[in-house]
């Protein structure tokens, strides 16, 4: 009985030494996709509003998003949003993080959406976007601006 009792526990304890394993990298995993995806949420809109242009969001759109409205609409749309509303003064706050399971045979892709706060001059506006992060990358599924003095 000693020898089983041993081998019992030893099995115990490797098990769950990789159920720990398994959740620590997918907590590792989480953060450091929660961190990427606020980077380029926060680099993509500023990117869009304080140059020109939005090629940037364009270089990281998801297929859903484009099949939405092609490249050359959305350029259309924010440039006129930006022209609409000013340049921006500030990010005010962000909202929001990564949906990722801690498993890694998850076959679900992660997502992340964000609400961000910008402040231009003297308008306020919310920039509601959502993203999935699909071979190696982030890519935006959706993109909104939402602003009480924005008439488009």
Not at 22 to 27: P, T
Not at 33 to 51: G, K, M, P, R, Y
Not at 75 to 80: C, R
Request: proline share 3%; glycine share 4%; hydrophobic share 45%.
């Amino acid at each position: 009985m000693s020898h089983r009792s041993a081998l019992f526990t030893r099995s115990f304890l490797l098990a769950l030494l990789v159920i720990v394993s398994l959740l620590g990298w997918g907590i590792f995993r989480r953060s450091q996709l929660d961190s990427s995806s606020q980077q380029l949420a926060i680099a993509t809109t500023e990117a869009v509003f304080t140059s020109e242009t939005a090629q940037q969001l364009v270089d990281h759109a998801h297929r859903d998003l484009l099949e939405q409205m092609s490249a050359e609409t959305l350029i259309t749309y924010l440039s006129s949003v930006q022209r609409s509303m000013g340049p921006v003064e500030s990010i005010a706050a962000i909202v929001g993080g990564t949906d990722v399971t801690l498993f890694p045979f998850s076959r679900r892709p992660p997502t992340a959406s964000y609400e961000i706060d910008l402040i231009f001059s003297g308008n306020t506006a919310k920039v509601i976007l959502k993203m999935v992060y699909q071979q190696g990358k982030w890519q935006f599924t959706a993109y909104s601006i939402q602003a009480d003095l924005l008439l488009l």
